[in-house]
């Protein structure tokens, strides 16, 4: 099977990301998508909804900017489900019938997922590729009670997904290579808006989530120790790191800062005072009976430096990270992905 060819999709599970996941395979005219949720009112959801996630996802041709009048109504809906490309089904088994891939945004629950796949396993297509796109719970615990694990990999979106390019595409060491390869490919096609990238191997929180705890660890140890404020924090991060690691990375800043001689000058030059500060730095726990004191006060002044987030905010914040991401991908749109 082609990642060129038209895929018939079925999701599983339509919460944010499930629904942000429709609105990306919809985006590719020549793919169907059928959905299922247990909810109760989920065809109004759906048609209230999806056409949210379809105006904020831009076409391979579409500013990501472009204006309000341009972006779709509820009408949308109507449209994709009279014309056949999307299909609202009332049993998981339907959904799943014709698959060519089949993607699930269920509950964070072991059981429930293990329980999942074995029944999508019964009724899918004995070809098509199962995604899981899980924030935590690995592929080979999800496959446990299946019984061909070649098939089972995850997609993790980051948060929120109809807005981050990134996709972690995470195997379990049963999972075959031609399945892996054939995800890289599906979300590298030309005119994709994400970046789809292999982890190597399994690890709890995949590598952006743990990449991103471990900076809020050191944040929340900061402020626990009055070394700086939450809203001082965040000002140092928007002003510094932020802009810097948006444009380069975090290797390719530090190849830059070594100036000719690299990140291994880098390394020379500041080695004793990295060392000094990884040595140094905080050991606080978010659960146990140890180290847990700080929440109350990071808790406490993240609210009083922002209070109650309103719609209008996000929206706001949202508009901003779509013009940061815009800029990002004009150079890795010019220069194409790498591989």
Request: hydrophobic share 35%.
């Amino acid at each position: 099977m082609s990642v060129y060819s038209s895929q018939r999709i079925a999701l599983i599970g339509l919460g944010t990301i499930g629904i942000s996941m429709a609105a990306l395979h919809l985006s590719r005219e020549s793919n169907i998508v059928d959905v299922f949720d247990t909810r109760p009112d989920f065809e109004q959801y759906i048609h209230k909804t999806l056409p949210i996630y379809m105006s904020e996802l831009p076409s391979p041709n579409t500013d990501p900017r472009s204006s309000p009048e341009s972006q779709p109504s509820t009408s949308l809906v109507a449209s994709l489900v009279s014309s056949g490309r999307l299909r609202i089904h009332s049993t998981l088994e339907s959904a799943c019938a014709s698959a060519t891939i089949v993607q699930e945004q269920g509950p964070e629950n072991v059981d429930w997922k293990q329980t999942t796949w074995t029944r999508i396993e019964a009724v899918a297509p004995s070809s098509a590729h199962f995604w899981t796109s899980t924030s935590g719970i690995a592929a080979s615990i999800q496959q446990a009670k299946m019984q061909d694990k070649s098939r089972l990999l995850v997609v993790h979106p980051f948060n929120p997904p109809n807005i981050m390019p990134l996709l972690e595409i995470v195997p379990a060491p049963e999972t075959s290579a031609e399945r892996v390869e054939f995800a890289r490919e599906y979300f590298s096609l030309p005119g994709s808006r994400h970046r789809p990238v292999v982890i190597r191997k399994e690890i709890p929180g995949f590598v952006g989530n743990r990449l991103a705890f471990a900076l809020l660890r050191e944040a929340c140890y900061l402020v626990q120790e009055d070394v700086v404020d939450a809203k001082d924090l965040d000002t140092i991060l928007m002003a510094s790191l932020g802009p810097r690691w948006a444009g380069n990375g975090v290797f390719e800043s530090y190849q830059y800062g070594g100036g000719e001689g690299g990140i291994s000058s880098f390394l020379n030059k500041l080695g004793g005072t990295m060392q000094t500060i990884w040595d140094g730095q905080g050991r606080i726990n978010v659960e146990g009976d140890e180290r847990t004191e700080w929440k109350e006060k990071v808790i406490a002044q993240v609210n009083e430096a922002y209070g109650t987030v309103s719609a209008e905010q996000i929206q706001i914040k949202e508009a901003r990270l779509k013009d940061i991401i815009g800029i990002q991908m004009k150079d890795y749109n010019r220069h194409g992905p790498e591989v």
